[in-house]
């Protein structure tokens, strides 16, 4: 069906900015510091990401002190005696982060259209490094919402502020078990944006669209 949303609201990380490249590049240069480069750079960060979104569910802090704690937690499920305070260089490659090619241009159209909105699960600061357009309207991360994706609370706090009936929002996420899990619950239409072409899993809400990307998002929408 055809989506006529006054605000349209992003996921940032693997739905906006391609974040995998460079965090594998970040976490081999932290496995190395480690002396364990012969570890499998995506296992180790698959697992260290599941673990951050286990303690999205846990009371509120600080994104930088959730990725500590879960690099801390996956050197030892390692068997790896690293140093957490490595995560620096995570944090020091979001400016290094690239948008997806499709992401500027489709933006701008949305725009035209719509109030544009993102929703992270993260500190401004960090946010604030990345390469985002300048395009939002509303900007909703953890640390103003004191609280993540899945849990409720940030998905909360961004309705509350934008000022439209639930059914008039169409947000768009990559993420099966932060977007889906905790935004269907809701009442919120989501497309899910599935760039890598992975499965979903039977354990989530359905989405109500799925498309490969923003180009495949906008023809969705009423023209």
């Not at 940032?12 to 190395?32: C, E, M, N, P």
């Not at 260089?89 to 159209?109: G, I, N, S």
């Not at 768009?172 to 269907?184: A, H, I, P, Y």
């Amino acid at each position: 069906m055809p989506y006529d949303p006054q605000v349209m609201s992003f996921d940032v990380f693997g739905t906006l900015i391609d974040v995998r490249a460079g965090s594998y590049d970040a976490f081999g240069a932290i496995l190395a510091s480690a002396g364990a480069a012969h570890v499998d750079v995506r296992e180790f960060w698959e697992d260290w990401e599941h673990r951050n979104i286990r303690r999205y569910w846990e009371p509120y802090r600080p994104y930088r002190e959730i990725c500590r704690a879960s690099l801390a937690e996956t050197f030892a499920a390692h068997g790896i005696d690293g140093d957490p305070d490595q995560i620096e260089r995570y944090f020091e490659a979001f400016a290094r982060f690239p948008l997806y090619p499709d992401v500027a241009d489709c933006l701008k159209r949305f725009k035209a259209r719509a109030r544009l909105a993102v929703i992270s699960n993260i500190d401004d600061d960090l946010l604030a490094a990345t390469p985002l357009p300048d395009l939002f309207d509303l900007v909703c991360t953890a640390e103003r919402a004191r609280g993540y994706k899945p849990d409720g609370a940030l998905f909360k706090y961004f309705i509350g502020k934008s000022g439209v009936p639930l059914d008039r929002i169409l947000h768009s996420g990559q993420s099966q078990f932060t977007d889906l899990v905790g935004g269907k619950p809701l009442g919120l239409t989501i497309a899910w944006v599935n760039r890598r072409g992975v499965p979903l899993s039977g354990d989530v809400p359905r989405p109500d669209a799925i498309v490969s990307g923003l180009d495949e998002l906008a023809a969705l929408l009423v023209s």
